[in-house]
């Protein structure tokens, strides 16, 4: 599920963007798009850049106000805020050009088409096994 909440998480937007460096991530995700995600408007799309814009400068600066040999682990923290600020506009444009429903219109078919897409993927997924 895809909320705005999902797009301000660390952990969540670590995973979103490991996913989305595979060349076929458009194929291997079937995001349900909550109405709080904001990702078919374009100024909501400028706010989640500027959020990881935002969590990057204040982080950075908080470092410099401490020794560097403190720092451990925090480091890795700054370059994946650059990562997600650096890919996060391409892979929401990305999940906004699929072809998304509404909770509303999963409920409606109670998750049918979606349950439908994920036997398609994984079929295709399968290789076949040799008889024995």
Known sequence: ?????????RN?????????????????VFP???????????LE???HVKHWETRQKELDEA???????NLQGIREDLDLYE?????IAGILNVLREMNTLTVAAHQADGFERLYRSLEKALDLGRSPTADH
């Open 32 to 42: 349900v798009v909550m109405p709080d995600a904001g990702i078919f408007d374009p």
């Open 63 to 69: 470092m410099r106000t401490v020794g560097q040999e």
């Open 45 to 47: 799309l400028v706010r």
């Open 1 to 9: 599920m895809l909320d705005q909440a999902y797009l301000r998480s």
């Open 83 to 87: 990562t997600i600020r650096n890919t």
């Open 12 to 28: 969540c937007m670590y995973e979103l963007s490991r996913i989305a460096e595979d060349p076929s991530f458009a194929t291997r």
